[in-house]
Structure formats: structure tokens, C-alpha cells
């Protein structure tokens, strides 16, 4: 049972250039959730889905897209990387009211 | 405006000292409270669910505590091993599907 994993760990991106972050969960957890951690700040809810093929605006949803086509997965995107998006990414998952269970995290540095 | 505030920012202990953080919050309608562990580059760890004033929740050495206003996180002769930074987060009852984190405690206890 690994819980929830997130795929990459680390990642470089230069400005302007894009990819997805894979966050896949074994517990059949309905909710899932991406935040972003700065220092200072706390977790900040990005998107989040309340089940397949469904996925909503959390409090810093500018810049990201999402996609639930799986249960068991969540992608998040960058379609076009900035400085500002810097940052260390948290997956997490729940049953509905529950509390959540979250990955390792991906540091994120964008030049 | 839904907002959860820790303190302190940072806590240095002896070991075996006692002591509380704090998590106080304004939400349109409480409908749970969450604390968290987080360890250096992991991924917070859930502690403890608190759903109405009143209740206590215990785990080894920590004692949670709900009021309607603030939560405490008490420690009680903490031990090296305690050391983290401890996240206190708020469900709201307007949108049960989102989560408000504190920026966090930051604990070091030392032997």
C-alpha cells in the first residue's frame, strides 16, 4: 500500500516551458487535492477534484490546469512556467470530511 | 474571510518542558479541524480531527484541544524526536470541499 505518490520529485524549468505533475493514489480516495507550499505561507489550495472526470478552482488556480480521468490519478499542469511558480507541490487525497493523506512532494524551480 | 493563524512561528524547548501552539481561526461555520506534522522534505502527516468545541483528542505525548474561537496542540515533555513543524488547517462549512492551512509552528526540541 504506497499510499500517494507523486512523480517527479524535482524538477528545473526554464520560463515558458511546460509540464505535468502525476500524483497517483491506491487508498480509493473519491477527493483529491494539489497545494503549493512557500515559505511562509502555508499550503495553498491550487485545484482539486471530487471524483472522476471532475475537478474545481481551489485559492491559487491562475496559471494550472488539472485533469481526473482516472480515479486514482491527478495530473496538474503548467502550460507556461514562471519564476512565481516556484515552489514545492503537494498532492493529497480524502474520503469526503476526512482528513487527507499527502504525497512527498515535488520542489519545483522555475529560471 | 476564512483565515487560520498559528503561533508561534518558531518554539525552542528543552527537552521535557511543556508547552502549547496555537491555531486560531474565523470560518463561516466550523466543520472540522485538522493538525498536521510535517517533517523537512516530507509531506505533512495527519495528527489529530477536532469537530466541535469541547473535544480533546491525545497521541502519545500531544493533546489537541478545541474552543470555539482557537485550538491548542499541547506537547507534554516533548522528546528530540518531536521536533517538526506542526500545521493546523480548518474544513469551513460553506465549501466542505476546501481546506485552509495555517503557515505553521515550527518545533525544536532540544536534548
Known amino acids: 500500500n504506497a499510499g500517494v505518490t507523486q512523480t517527479p520529485k524535482f524538477r528545473v524549468l526554464k520560463t515558458g516551458q511546460s509540464m505535468t505533475l502525476l500524483c497517483a493514489q491506491d487508498?480509493?480516495?473519491?477527493?483529491m487535492y494539489w497545494y503549493r507550499q512557500d515559505p511562509g505561507m502555508g499550503l495553498r489550495l491550487i485545484h482539486y477534484?471530487?471524483?472522476?472526470?471532475?475537478?474545481a478552482k481551489g485559492e491559487v488556480p491562475d496559471g494550472y490546469n488539472v485533469s481526473r480521468l482516472k480515479k486514482q490519478n491527478f495530473l496538474l499542469g503548467l502550460e507556461s512556467a514562471a519564476p512565481s511558480q516556484t515552489s514545492v507541490y503537494f498532492c493529497?487525497?480524502?474520503?469526503?470530511?476526512?482528513?487527507?493523506?499527502f504525497g512527498p512532494g515535488t520542489r519545483l524551480t522555475v529560471t | 474571510e476564512d483565515q487560520v493563524t498559528q503561533s508561534p512561528e518558531a518554539l525552542r524547548l528543552q527537552e521535557g518542558e511543556s508547552s502549547s501552539l496555537n491555531c486560531s481561526y474565523t470560518?463561516?461555520?466550523?466543520?472540522?479541524l485538522f493538525w498536521y506534522r510535517q517533517d523537512p522534505g516530507k509531506g505533512p502527516e495527519f495528527l489529530f480531527t477536532?469537530?466541535?468545541a469541547g473535544e480533546e483528542k491525545e497521541k502519545e505525548r500531544l493533546k489537541a484541544t478545541l474552543t470555539k474561537k482557537e485550538s491548542f496542540l499541547h506537547i507534554t515533555a516533548p522528546k528530540p524526536e518531536d521536533s517538526a513543524t506542526y500545521l493546523c488547517?480548518?474544513?469551513?462549512?460553506?465549501?466542505?470541499?476546501?481546506?485552509?492551512f495555517g503557515s505553521g509552528t515550527k518545533l525544536n526540541v532540544k536534548p
Open positions: 470560518v463561516s461555520g466550523l466543520r472540522g
Open positions: 477534484s471530487v471524483g472522476e472526470g471532475t475537478t
Open positions: 488547517a480548518v474544513q469551513a462549512g460553506g465549501n466542505f470541499n476546501k481546506f485552509y
Open positions: 477536532l469537530y466541535s
Open positions: 493529497a487525497s480524502s474520503f469526503p470530511s476526512y482528513e487527507q493523506y
Open positions: 487508498m480509493n480516495h473519491e477527493y
